[in-house]
């Protein structure tokens, strides 16, 4: 029995969700490969061999593999998988946009969004938003994956040694194209990745506020920054830092919560980080049920003597 992680990478070096698949994984028994595609991707290759508990890589290099359009990653995953008994992948936009081709040019079901591996055919996955959890069964062949990564501790990017095999890529299928891609860069932590967020809501009143009372409590702490979905759909943050059902799911060490009444939505992005601040004048919130420290204040006055504090 041996499980096929598909890595996310830049082709330079593999991204921090890769190592909380790794251990999800791990968990189903067996070796674990990890397969790198890209375009000119050696480094990135190199830097997958050396994380722990990796049996294999696969590097499949190649033009098609370039632009990570889900098509070719799909057709890439399915020419390997009757080696693999499991195929998992990081429940992220790409991994969410690739896996349920994969289940479907296979013609099995894929199990989504998991956070325990109860064994290698059951698995544990949130539903309704999170207030219940399913436990699910799979008869398939090949198992297809996809993992919320705050469920599983990621393994050490370093300490490990596996061989690094060269294989064939697949051709451009021609089914899509990239026609351009913008990117936003930020010297801030990775929303997902963070291990302290700060993220502000409706209650901040407009963007210029969330400016002025968010960027330097975000600045003081180190902290990457999100926002509710109300705060998104207002226009105070960009849509990449909403956390939520339909957002960012995280899990830092330190979440800040200021101006967010706490609906079930933003709850369910958030509720599993391991220290939650919670700051707003309404003491009958939501949020307040699953914060570890309250305060009921106004977040104007509040947050600037926070931040004079620290």
């Not at 590097?59 to 799909?74: F, I, S, T, V």
């Not at 830092?241 to 799911?249: A, D, E, F, L, S």
Request: aromatic share 4%.
């Amino acid at each position: 029995m041996t499980a096929l992680v598909l890595a996310e990478h830049d082709n330079r070096s593999i991204r921090p969700a890769t190592l909380n698949t790794v251990a999800a994984a791990a968990a189903c028994g067996g070796d674990v490969h990890l397969l790198v595609a890209g375009s000119h991707c050696a480094e990135a290759a190199q830097q997958a061999a050396q994380i722990a508990g990796v049996a294999r890589v696969l590097c499949a290099d190649g033009p098609a593999l370039g632009d990570a359009l889900a098509e070719n990653l799909a057709a890439q995953v399915v020419a390997l998988a009757g080696n693999y008994s499991h195929i998992l992948a990081p429940a992220t936009a790409s991994g969410k946009n690739v896996m349920p081709r994969v289940a479907a040019l296979l013609d099995v079901m894929q199990v989504s969004d998991i956070i325990h591996v109860l064994s290698p055919d059951t698995f544990d996955r949130p539903i309704y938003a999170g207030n219940a959890i399913a436990t699910v069964q799979s008869s398939d062949a090949v198992k297809v994956i996809t993992v919320r990564t705050t469920g599983f501790d990621p393994v050490d990017a370093h300490g490990g040694s596996a061989p690094v095999q060269a294989i064939e890529p697949v051709a451009d299928g021609g089914r899509s194209r990239l026609l351009g891609r913008e990117q936003t860069k930020s010297e801030r932590p990775e929303l997902g990745a963070a291990k302290i967020v700060v993220s502000g809501g409706r209650g901040l009143g407009s963007k210029e506020n969330f400016d002025a009372v968010m960027t330097p409590l975000a600045d003081k702490l180190g902290a990457a920054l999100g926002a509710s979905r109300a705060a998104v759909d207002a226009g105070y943050a960009p849509n990449d830092w909403q956390v939520g059902q339909t957002g960012k799911i995280v899990a830092p060490q330190l979440y800040v919560a200021v101006g967010i009444s706490g609906a079930i939505q933003h709850l369910a992005g958030m509720k599993d980080s391991k220290v939650i601040v919670a700051i707003n004048k309404d003491e009958e919130a939501p949020i307040f049920g699953v914060a570890d420290y309250g305060l009921v204040a106004d977040l104007f006055t509040a947050v600037p003597e926070m931040v004079g504090q620290i």
